[in-house]
């Protein structure tokens, strides 16, 4: 009977963590919303959430060498939106646009990397 106390312990334990530093993510998210200019293409929020997928385009996200640059590539984020109704299902939307990657400060291309490493982007939001 302890035996299942304790896990129920261990389990209750682990999604108040798991909570903890979601609530934190989408703090760190609604900032990167505003200061990577997102706002200005997606109205509130919240809506950024209803967007099939997220990528970013210009730097790497493989785990091997994650913010790499691309030489000769731009700096985006990009938005997938599906609509199952539509004549085109999925349409491509570019939500921040920044140049070429070579020329973008390192602070900006942090901050926008790390849009990648709050939301686990990894291909997809």
């Known amino acids: ?29 609604k900032d990167l919303f505003q200061e990577l200019g997102i706002d200005g293409k997606v109205e509130k929020f919240e809506d950024l959430f209803d967007f099939k997928a ?14 790499e640059i691309k030489k000769g590539r731009y700096l985006q984020i990009l938005a997938i939106s599906y609509d199952k109704n ?7 939307i570019s939500l921040a646009y920044f140049g070429r990657v070579e020329k973008v400060e ?20």
């Open 1 to 29: 009977m302890s035996s299942a106390l304790e896990r129920l312990k261990n389990l209750t334990n682990k999604i108040s963590n798991y909570e903890t530093t979601r609530k934190q993510n989408v703090k760190i998210l």
């Open 106 to 125: 390192n602070s900006l291309k942090n901050k926008v990397l790390n849009l990648s490493s709050v939301t686990g982007l990894k291909k997809v939001l």
């Open 86 to 92: 539509a004549s085109q299902k999925s349409k491509n």
């Open 54 to 67: 997220v990528n970013l385009s210009g730097v790497s996200l493989s785990d091997e060498n994650l913010g």
